[in-house]
């Protein structure tokens, strides 16, 4: 059974950083082709922060994340990161790792909503103090 397993979370100040990790604890050899990091602060919805396509290496990201994060991945430890930089308060939630094996990241249509990914992890907790 295939499960992702997000760390990397915790508590910082405005202006500081944070590197989240999702490993792909399954028995493939290689990552889901699409991979993503949502965010969902309280009482607000879920919204898609950044996504890559493992096999060609396309990204997408929000408005609000572009030029502060960047996603990557290690396909062979089968791992997704998301280096956080300049971190705000409203940057401020728990943050998702979703995984989608379709490859429709590719497409921008796609790549931020939720409805295209059918595994999640748990999340892990972002906390950004101003």
């Known amino acids: 059974q295939r499960q992702l397993v997000e760390s990397g979370g915790g508590s910082v100040q405005a202006g500081g950083s944070l590197r989240l990790s999702c490993v792909d604890r399954?028995?493939?050899?290689?990552?889901?082709?699409?991979m993503a990091w949502f965010r969902q602060a309280p009482g607000k919805e879920r919204e898609g922060v950044a996504s890559?396509?493992?096999?060609?290496?396309?990204?997408y990201y929000s408005d609000s994340e572009k030029g502060r994060f960047t996603i990557a991945r290690d396909n062979a430890k089968k791992t997704l990161y998301l280096e956080m930089n300049s971190l705000k308060p409203e940057d401020t939630g728990l943050y998702f790792c979703?995984?989608?094996?379709?490859?429709?990241?590719?497409?921008?249509?796609?790549?931020?909503?939720?409805?295209?990914?059918?595994?999640w992890g748990q999340g892990t907790q972002v906390t950004v103090s101003s």
């Open positions: 979703a995984g989608d094996p379709n490859g429709l990241c590719r497409f921008s249509d796609y790549a931020l909503q939720t409805h295209t990914y059918a595994l």
């Open positions: 399954g028995s493939s050899t290689s990552l889901i082709n699409c």
């Open positions: 890559i396509w493992t096999a060609g290496g396309t990204t």
